[in-house]
């Protein structure tokens, strides 16, 4: 939740591959405030069933930049395995070409950001969304 003096981050992740979410891609979100400030970890979880992500650690006061750090390679790798499994036929290599995706944005204190990543083994795709 935003405060006046602090920001606040969410997401989801799409694959768009199969229209669907992508549960279990592991986020780590950073923080830094100012643009030659050291990011600093402030934790991460993953995604639900849902592809969203509900539990990200708030933000310190003074955030300006902000950084999200999804892992999708482990995802990838898992679907491949799900699919090797069930016989589907391989169109393609559905591996990850973006074994990991870092999404860097400004915040300003008393707002919401909401950051979708739209994905596929071949591209991914972000917006501010609300």
Known sequence: M???TTASVSTHILDTSI???AEGVAITLAARSGSGAEWVALGGSATDADGRCKDLPALPEGTTHVRLDFEVEQYFANKKQAEAQQDAPRVRDSGAFFPEVAITFAVTPGEHYHVPLLLNPFGYSVYRGS
Do not use: F, I, K, L
Request: net charge neutral.
């Open 19 to 21: 229209g669907r979410p």
């Open 2 to 4: 935003s405060t006046d």
